[in-house]
Nanobody, 122 residues
Framework: QVQLVESGGGLVQAGGSLRLSCAASGIIFRINAMGWYRQAPGKQRELVAAMTSGGSANYVDSVKGRFTISRDNAKNTVYLQMNGLKPEDTAVYYC????????????????WGQGTQVTVSS
């Protein structure tokens, strides 16, 4: 079974930066898509950014120009560089992986990390 372990959340002032990391554990040959979702209190979980194994990325409009997603396929790791943080970015951020080829088989469903809190103070 694949596990996703996140790190890098915390408390930052508005305008500051944070970098989130998420590493997938296990004997993994390929991950089709990795990305980040977030959920603020009282709101639905939303996609923040995602990237395919080929490097194609997409972002929610509210973070374009401020956040950058990247991947290290050799390490099965995805990163989210967050600059120019705003109080409205405050949420629990979840790592997501889809389409995982492992030594045990191919998992087409979504895997999730445990979440990491990002708090931006005004």
């Amino acid at each position: 079974q694949v596990q996703l372990v996140e790190s890098g959340g915390g408390l930052v002032q508005a305008g500051g930066s944070l970098r989130l990391s998420c590493a997938a554990s296990g004997i993994i040959f390929r991950i089709n898509a990795m990305g980040w979702y977030r959920q603020a209190p009282g709101k639905q979980r939303e996609l923040v950014a995602a990237m395919t194994s080929g490097g194609s990325a997409n972002y929610v409009d509210s973070v374009k120009g401020r956040f950058t997603i990247s991947r290290d396929n050799a390490k099965n790791t995805v990163y989210l560089q967050m600059n120019g943080l705003k109080p409205e970015d405050t949420a629990v951020y979840y790592c997501n992986a889809n389409g995982i080829a492992t030594i045990s088989g191919f998992y087409s469903g979504a895997s999730w990390g445990q979440g990491t809190q990002v708090t931006v103070s005004s």
